[in-house]
């Protein structure tokens, strides 16, 4: 469990049933303690599997301590949509990117990252999805997890509108 982003077991346990209300409420949590503004475009208006619930929620925080840690960003941008074919999760920020040598990895998008790339990357594949990470120096860091399914699943994605958080005044 990592307490300074807020998702713990009854958090991931409840995002079967609420994954939207879950990614919304570790979002406000996030932003406010951080002072990097949190913008939503889209959350999973039906049902998500729990074990995709959690693999979101997993990643999601990962991606977040990166951002914290390693950005220098002053806005993240989350859309997570889920239909009858599957889910996307995308997490954008506006920072530093990745640097330019950093791309000789062990990921099929080339960046090996660090631990928590490896985290984000093993709770989708733990769900037959895969994560890709791409940076463009000085242009900010895109992480896109995928799952697919077969069979219907209730209403797809709808766009929030939503914006969270406060500027921080970082550039």
Same mark, same amino acid.
């Given at each position: 469990?990592?307490?300074?982003?807020?998702?713990?077991?009854?958090?991931?346990?409840?995002?079967?049933?609420?994954?939207?209300?879950?990614?919304?409420?570790?979002?406000?949590?996030?932003?406010?303690?951080?002072?990097?503004?949190?913008?939503?475009?889209?959350?999973?208006?039906?049902?998500?599997?729990?074990?995709?619930?959690?693999?979101?929620?997993?990643?999601?925080?990962?991606?977040?301590?990166?951002?914290?840690?390693?950005?220098?960003?002053?806005?993240?941008?989350?859309?997570?949509?889920?239909?009858? =074919?599957?889910? /996307?999760?995308?997490?954008?920020?506006?920072?530093? @990117?990745?640097? !330019? #040598?950093? &791309?000789? $990895?062990?990921? +099929?998008?080339?960046?090996?990252?660090?631990?928590?790339?490896?985290?984000?990357?093993?709770?989708?594949?733990?769900?037959?999805?895969?994560?890709?990470?791409?940076?463009?120096?000085?242009?900010?860091?895109?992480?896109? =997890?995928?799952? /697919?399914?077969?069979?219907?699943?209730?209403?797809? @994605?709808?766009? !929030? #509108?939503? &914006?969270? $958080?406060?500027? +921080?005044?970082?550039?």
């Amino acid at each position: 469990m990592n307490d300074t982003v807020g998702i713990g077991p009854a958090e991931a346990g409840a995002a079967a049933a609420g994954l939207a209300e879950e990614l919304r409420a570790c979002l406000d949590r996030w932003s406010a303690r951080t002072g990097i503004r949190a913008e939503t475009w889209a959350l999973p208006a039906g049902e998500v599997p729990p074990r995709v619930a959690r693999a979101v929620l997993t990643a999601l925080r990962e991606a977040l301590e990166n951002v914290e840690r390693h950005s220098g960003a002053a806005t993240v941008s989350v859309a997570v949509t889920a239909g009858d =074919g599957g889910l /996307r999760m995308t997490v954008s920020d506006d920072g530093r @990117g990745l640097p !330019s #040598g950093s &791309r000789s $990895g062990s990921g +099929s998008d080339g960046f090996a990252g660090g631990r928590g790339t490896a985290a984000m990357r093993a709770a989708f594949a733990e769900t037959g999805g895969t994560l890709t990470v791409h940076g463009v120096p000085d242009q900010g860091t895109t992480v896109t =997890g995928v799952v /697919r399914w077969s069979g219907p699943r209730r209403r797809s @994605g709808r766009r !929030s #509108g939503r &914006r969270f $958080g406060r500027r +921080s005044g970082r550039s």
